[in-house]
């Protein structure tokens, strides 16, 4: 058995989450953002750009798609990143809630409470950009059906330990995996590609504590409790995906709504690319011990696996 393949004991892991907290807390200090400054609000939204990849779009792939004028479709994508931004506050508002309980009066001389305050105000600052980014993009307040809306409220109420921090990474890295894809496209318009990098950057960050505090938390972690906490997480996941497109993005791009529904949910490309943005992150989880068969029913439910 080499070192590595070595069981973590709770001094070990202890030791582990405050140096991976010390090097994150160096690296904020280094390069972080201000999206006040760094974006540019104040250039006329350029509707010769689109808003998000095409290739990540909902209908991209379809016939609906094929009939679309590019004015449509460019309209379509905007309305799509925006929907996406507001769904990234809904959870960023889930997922700062769940940081703050988990360090309440916790020793604050600790790195890794220095971090979950880092990471409160990086996604105070998210929160804000988004919603200035999507109001740029001329949509709509968009927000996730009442259901999500009440399950988030327990949620971020009651999730702890690895229910918590595995739920956070859920989110962080799909949007991670499309947003790197927007930010390097040309097709977009240049101030959401600003918002992308800005993300990427700094949630690169926050998915490197996430995924510390998952291992951490599962490590003394039994059986049941690693059985039902795997399947909170995957109800919360599922929740999440399937919140990031609000039904309403196609009747505000003057689209038929029902049909739109339709096609997207046939949509077998835009299936693929959510699978296969979120391989590693199924990786991770079944490494874990989190990919449980009734946590796949609801991974398999929002396409990401």
Not at 262 to 268: D, T, V
Request: aromatic fraction near 8%.
């Amino acid at each position: 058995m080499t070192s590595t393949d070595m069981p973590r004991t709770a001094g070990t892991a202890g030791a582990g989450r405050q140096e991976t907290a010390r090097r994150l807390l160096d690296s904020s200090a280094m390069l972080s953002y201000d999206p006040a400054t760094e974006v540019d609000w104040e250039t006329p939204l350029d509707k010769d750009f689109h808003g998000a990849s095409p290739e990540w779009s909902t209908l991209y792939g379809t016939s609906y798609w094929a009939e679309m004028t590019p004015e449509q479709q460019k309209e379509l994508t905007r309305q799509e990143a925006a929907s996406v931004a507001s769904t990234g506050i809904w959870f960023e508002m889930i997922l700062q809630q769940m940081v703050l309980r988990d360090f309440y009066a916790k020793d604050p001389t600790d790195p890794a409470f220095q971090w979950a305050l880092t990471e409160v105000a990086d996604e105070c600052r998210h929160s804000i950009m988004f919603a200035r980014g999507a109001e740029k993009l001329g949509a709509p307040p968009y927000r996730p059906r009442r259901l999500a809306v009440e399950l988030g409220r327990v949620f971020k109420a009651t999730a702890t330990g690895e229910a918590a921090y595995a739920a956070i990474l859920v989110a962080e890295e799909v949007l991670d995996v499309m947003q790197r894809d927007w930010m390097r496209d040309e097709r977009v318009v240049p101030f959401v590609r600003t918002i992308n990098n800005i993300h990427v950057v700094e949630e690169s960050r926050h998915m490197k504590f996430a995924r510390e505090e998952t291992r951490e938390q599962l490590a003394g972690a039994g059986f049941l409790r690693r059985r039902i906490n795997a399947l909170v997480i995957a109800i919360a996941s599922y929740f999440i995906v399937s919140s990031m497109v609000n039904r309403d993005v196609y009747k505000n791009a003057g689209l038929d709504t029902e049909r739109a529904l339709r096609e997207a949910k046939a949509n077998e490309h835009h299936k693929s690319m959510m699978r296969s943005s979120c391989a590693g992150l199924m990786e991770f989880l079944g490494s874990c011990g989190l990919l449980t068969r009734p946590a796949l029913v609801f991974y398999k439910r929002a396409n990401l696996i």
